[in-house]
């Protein structure tokens, strides 16, 4: 994948988490001074916010694993050599067998909605259950492909970090 599809790609995936959790916050702050400070309850508005948010996180899953932003914990304190770089790809490996269980295990709850719809929109499930493999599987290929470009990298004798990568 040509880097600046990547970086376009990534940028991309940005501004809709951004914009995706500005209107999730947005229309739960309206939702509530409606209900409450109005008396006027609006029927639609949680299951939008709930489509909103669940989408703006797993569209952020594949960011924050390209840019290493995931949460870790450095129980051993290894200095940077052939162990910590070993114990590294063994994390990243097992990273994106979860994220490929959890994509399938979310293809498999698209499957069991059906053609289930939501009580007050209408709206079919599934928009809400294909955020999950969706973001899963994007973030499987965030850490393949970062791990191919570092690789790349390390044989041309380029330096840079992975935001290198987002900004080219």
Known sequence: MPRHLLAGSLLAAKWFCGLAFAAFCALTLVQVVNRYALGLPMFWSEEIALLLFVWSVMAGVPVALWERQEIAVDVLGLQPGPLAKAL???ADALSV????LLAVAGWMLIERAGSARTPAMDLPRWLSYAAIPVGAALGALAIVARRLLQRQDLGTGEGGGNADYAHD
């Open 88 to 90: 590294e790809g063994a």
């Open 97 to 100: 067998a979860f994220l490929i």
